[in-house]
């Protein structure tokens, strides 16, 4: 099956120009489709570093999770998705301690509560978990 989809971060420069963060992606993903119609969507998220950082979790490391996951044959909403990788993600996770029950007890944190601190910190985790249990990569660079 020939992946249709291709989902890229870049930047608009000083000149206006748009330039992608991975070009090589990009002409091999064109090479596989010559002569397709597409459809482009490009979304400028705002020169703020914790802006880019929540548009970035939201419309790339959520959508290429929710891919690896069909990947494996498990079908889940953009919700379920986000839910799944909070659970394995300790940085989005605020642990209390229970008197009553005698154990640390676990809530869900959103992305967007996190300091850019502890952002940078959440995103190099989904690196390595996206490189070890799914075996895709992200790209670093592309949040700093």
């Given at each position: ?18 330039y992608i963060n991975d070009q090589p992606a990009l002409d091999f993903f064109g ?30 490391i959520i959508p290429e999770f929710r891919k690896a996951y069909m990947n494996l ?63 895709f990569d992200i790209d670093e660079e592309q949040f700093y």
């Open positions: 099956m020939i992946n249709k989809e291709l989902r890229l971060t870049g930047k608009i420069g000083n000149d206006g120009r748009l090479r596989k489709h010559k002569e397709h119609k597409v459809i482009i969507k490009v979304k400028a998220v705002g020169k703020e570093l914790s802006g880019y950082m929540r548009a970035y979790y939201r419309e790339f044959g498990e079908y889940l909403t953009l919700s379920e998705t986000e839910e799944k990788i909070t659970e394995l993600t300790p940085m989005l996770q605020k642990e209390e301690w229970s008197d009553e029950k005698g154990r640390y007890l676990a809530h869900p944190k959103k992305f967007e509560d996190l300091d850019s601190y502890a952002a940078v910190h959440c995103l190099t985790h989904l690196k390595q978990m996206a490189a070890m249990d799914f075996g």
